[in-house]
């Protein structure tokens, strides 16, 4: 048998728990992080959704900002989904002035750019390597309005790109962690997984 | 490009269920004026509860608490990025009705504004926006969730600065999950009976052993310490209601509350967030106080 992938979890706030399950789901290990040390021996990481300001705060308080910035620019693989995809883009609009961002991908994200909570909503969204739709519930969530040259759209809905990849960077404007569907989490896998190959632990 | 045809669905239980999981392991708090609106959103707030004056002030007032004023509201809106919740009274679906049409992201239908109805509490389905509603035991929280609330939220004693009834109430509360864990099918429909609860839901938490909502604390926290409490207890996030701006320094406290939430296994970092933030609100003992909000709801 292949051994696991370990996977970390950013858990500072917000739908970590979510993301741990469908991980694990997908035979993964996981580790919550919340510290520096907490790092040592994963392979990938997801930053969940949640308060982008709040994660902010919390990832500057612990050191975390800095030595993650550094890992993301040597292509440590990172998955992030609405708020977590806040965080890895290098321009955030309508964020808070002291907000600070890992940079990992080169994205202009405006935070609730779909709206407030009454606007939160359901829709299935075609991803281009999928079979079938999938099934993509959006709360509170980013609009991506530009990407960057080396950014891969992977999906789209209306003329807006939800889900986007650049290396080993994922990110998606939706929630994949609170549905049953994997696919999108699997994507992550694949890319952390060839990344170990050539950059073993 | 092609995208799907099939139409957006809003206002559905998994997105309002999917508000209540962004805001896992994180620290709501009560705000009065737009100016602590951003002290709070400064401090790593995940989210405020807007409402115009904390428990303790109603405590001490008395009268009838209502809705607050939606200009207070839109004001506190205005005033930050993250979400805005807002206080109804139990049973007053037109105050919800309201808050929905302000665009609030969670409505808390609340004990500690005076009831609107006796016997009923809103049916949260007919919204589309998110409802948390409190509890004190199992039953009660079933019957909030069978009614449509999207989080459940202990409901402690609020105003008091005083965590015991917190406590109590998380305490009764997974307590009963984990012996329903231990019963067999036939058991189910008797516990389905004692909490006057749907006998779904009870088998529902049988199988997966929790809620079907998040489950938050609230009612008394004050200090960095409770909070990492009720998070050690099981809570999935923490209210903080006078707890903040009744304290000596709401701006250090609420960043110590938000970083003992996070950190809430890690006794070092407690005892360093613990550290010289200024004194908690005096808050008061259980046999001090003459009106219980946790017994208004039924």
């Known amino acids: ?201 | 490009m092609e995208t799907s045809s099939s139409r957006s669905v809003t206002g559905s239980f998994p997105v309002k269920r999917g508000l209540a999981e962004m805001l896992k392991g994180g620290v709501i708090m009560d705000v009065v004026t737009p100016e602590q609106a951003k002290i709070a959103e400064d401090a790593g707030a995940c989210a405020v509860m807007a409402l115009e004056r904390v428990p303790a002030d109603i405590r001490r007032d008395g009268g009838v608490a209502r809705m607050s004023d939606p200009e207070m509201i839109q004001g506190i809106q205005a005033a930050v990025t993250i979400p805005v919740m807002a206080k109804a009274r139990i049973g007053h679906f037109v105050e919800a009705q309201i808050l929905q049409a302000l665009g609030v992201d969670f409505i808390d239908e609340s004990e500690v504004l005076t009831p609107a109805d006796e016997a009923h509490h809103i049916d949260k389905f007919k919204f589309t926006t998110p409802f948390v509603c409190g509890a004190t035991n199992l039953g009660e929280a079933l019957r909030r969730i069978s009614e449509g609330a999207a989080m459940i939220r202990s409901k402690g004693e609020a105003g008091t600065g005083n965590v015991v009834e917190a406590v109590r109430h998380l305490r009764s509360i997974f307590g009963d999950i984990k012996k329903i864990g231990t019963a067999d099918s036939a058991e189910l429909f008797e516990w389905a009976k004692r909490l006057q609860a749907p006998l779904s839901l009870v088998q529902e938490i049988a199988e997966t052993g929790q809620l079907p909502v998040p489950l938050f604390c609230a009612g008394g926290l004050a200090t960095p310490a409770d909070a990492a409490f009720a998070m050690q207890l099981g809570a999935h996030s923490v209210f903080v209601g006078s707890g903040i701006f009744k304290s000596d320094n709401p701006a250090l406290r609420a960043k110590a509350i938000v970083e003992a939430t996070t950190h809430f296994m890690d006794a070092d970092v407690l005892a360093r967030v613990s550290t010289a933030i200024g004194a908690p609100m005096t808050g008061i003992g259980m046999d001090e106080i003459n009106q219980r909000y946790a017994e208004r709801g039924w």
């Open chain 1, 1 to 201: 048998m292949e051994p696991k992938l370990h996977i970390g979890v950013l858990a500072l706030q917000g739908a970590f728990a979510a993301h741990a399950q469908a991980l694990r789901d997908c035979g993964a290990e996981v580790r919550l992080v919340r510290t520096q040390e907490d790092l040592n021996g994963i392979q990938g990481l997801v930053i969940p959704g949640g308060e982008s300001t709040t994660m902010s705060n919390l990832l500057v308080a612990s050191g975390l900002s800095e030595v993650l910035k550094e890992r993301f620019q040597h292509g440590f693989p990172v998955f992030g989904t609405c708020a977590g995809m806040i965080m890895l883009a290098e321009t955030i609009l309508d964020g808070r002035a002291d907000q600070i961002s890992l940079g990992a991908l080169e994205l202009d994200v405006r935070r609730n750019g779909y709206g407030r909570q009454n606007d939160s909503f359901e829709q299935d969204i075609v991803v281009h390597s999928f079979e079938t739709p999938f099934h993509a519930l959006f709360i509170r969530a980013p609009v991506i309005e530009a990407v960057g040259s080396d950014v891969e759209v992977l999906a789209s809905w209306g003329d807006r790109p939800v889900l986007v990849r650049s290396g080993n960077a994922l990110a998606c404007s939706f929630h994949p962690e609170l549905v049953s569907d994997l696919r999108i989490h699997r994507i992550f896998l694949s890319l952390v997984e060839n990344f170990s190959v050539t950059n073993p632990r």
